[in-house]
């Protein structure tokens, strides 16, 4: 890369080279993919974003399901793979977040629940009776994106909402 003046001294190459790989991805296809990798089942599931274009892979253990990687899918100076769920903790601790916030008077019954498996059937079903569900979603759904527009700022990546 030429540089020239004071703005593109050598000092300001890695600036100028980082600002240059910022890759635009759409959050709609990144909230997407977030869902591809955190699903639960018999097959593993994996996403890479690229960092020149911002274009998505959503592969899959599953041989009818998903897309053949990229072949440097590994070489994270081009790729990122997408986290999931309990990566970017918006598990439990979310859930736990959202009963001390919203259902202080049942937050040690929902801490409870999450000492032993099945908390989650047993969680939604509190939040129903309790009138909560639709708030937990919106809640969830808000811890998410706001996990992921962290996790694309910490990898240079630009999230652009879609025109509506």
């Known amino acids: 890369m030429p540089l020239c003046g004071a703005c593109?001294?050598?000092?300001?190459?890695?600036?100028?080279?980082?600002?240059?790989m910022t890759a635009r991805v759409q959050l709609s296809l990144l909230l997407d993919a977030y869902e591809w990798v955190s699903a639960t089942g018999?097959?593993?599931?994996?996403?890479?974003?690229?960092?020149?274009?911002?274009?998505?892979?959503?592969?899959?253990d599953f041989d009818d399901m998903g897309e053949e990687p990229p072949s440097d899918a590994g070489d994270e100076s081009s790729y990122v793979t997408v986290p999931n769920k309990s990566e970017l903790d918006l598990g439990r601790s979310l859930a736990l977040r959202f009963a001390d916030e919203q259902?202080?008077?049942?937050?040690?019954?929902?801490?409870?629940?999450?000492?032993?498996?099945?908390?989650?059937?047993?969680?939604?079903?509190?939040?129903?009776?309790q009138g909560a569900l639709e708030a937990w979603y919106a809640y969830e759904s808000a811890g998410v994106q706001e996990a992921l527009r962290a996790w694309a700022a910490e990898n240079d990546l630009e999230l652009v909402e879609e025109a509506r």
């Open 103 to 129: 259902l202080p008077q049942c937050s040690s019954q929902i801490r409870c629940f999450f000492s032993k498996p099945g908390a989650y059937a047993k969680f939604k079903n509190l939040l129903d009776a």
């Open 8 to 20: 593109c001294s050598p000092d300001n190459a890695d600036v100028i080279r980082q600002i240059e």
């Open 42 to 60: 018999p097959y593993d599931n994996a996403a890479y974003v690229s960092r020149e274009s911002g274009r998505i892979w959503l592969v899959s």
